[in-house]
């Protein structure tokens, strides 16, 4: 009997060995597993327009616009070489200072042309060739150039830092079209009057381009 006891109590034992084996590698096999995860890739964020960009404007040309596509001005009463702004308080609010910033890029300028120039504020301010850069309050959509020709001293600035020849008023350029209407219409009174007053009428010298604006 007491063989027979042994016997069982091993049984018993082995039994419980093998339970706790089995236990064991469950609990291992479920430590190695992982739950699969599905991952996606971030998306690519557009980059970011140009600071300062071509752009053909009519009425103007080929002019520079900023990261918006809004017109940017030079003023003749600034200086280039150094680079000086004469441009503050008032007439900073209707031509505001085109802002420099830290990552600048360019479209279709040469980029060694760009620069900043520091204003008494202490704000910095971009310059093309050293013209200081601005924009022009009227200006209410992109590629407008409500501000060509201004007080006479304001002009859209050309990728190269030289002035915007046309006029969106109607200056030049529909002017001499006039006087040789004129011409072409005969006498030389009739043609002389044509020209006066489409040369010196409200087209070239309107709300949009009158001293009040500098």
């Known amino acids: 009997m007491l063989t027979v006891h042994r016997i069982a109590v091993g049984a018993a034992a ?18 190695t597993e992982k739950p699969s ?30 990261s918006k596509g809004y017109v940017l001005y030079r003023f003749d009463k600034d200086t280039a070489k ?37 204003r008494p504020d202490g704000t910095k301010q971009l310059t093309l060739a050293g013209w200081p850069l601005y924009r022009y309050a009227k200006d209410d959509e992109p590629r407008e150039a409500y501000g060509q020709g201004a007080g006479g ?3 859209a600035i050309t990728p190269t830092g030289a002035k915007a020849t046309s006029d969106t ?16 219409n005969g006498g030389s009174t009739t043609g002389g009057a044509t020209s006066g007053a ?17």
Do not use: M, Q, R
Request: glycine share 14%.
């Open 14 to 31: 082995g039994t419980a060995v093998l339970a706790l084996a089995a236990t064991g590698c469950g609990s291992s096999n479920s430590k």
């Open 37 to 66: 995860t599905t991952t996606t890739a971030p998306a690519t964020p557009n980059p970011a327009a140009p600071a300062l960009s071509a752009a053909k404007v009519e009425k103007v040309g080929t002019v520079v616009t900023d």
């Open 82 to 118: 150094p680079s000086h702004s004469n441009c503050l308080a008032a007439c900073a609010a209707i031509w505001p200072p085109a802002p420099a910033t830290d990552a600048l890029t360019v479209k279709g300028i040469d980029k060694a042309l760009v620069g900043t120039v520091t």
């Open 153 to 155: 001293t304001w002009f």
């Open 169 to 184: 008023g109607g200056g030049t350029t529909s002017g001499g079209a006039n006087t040789t209407g004129g011409n072409t």
């Open 198 to 214: 489409d040369t010196s009428g409200a087209d070239s010298g309107g709300s949009d381009s009158g001293g009040s604006d500098y």
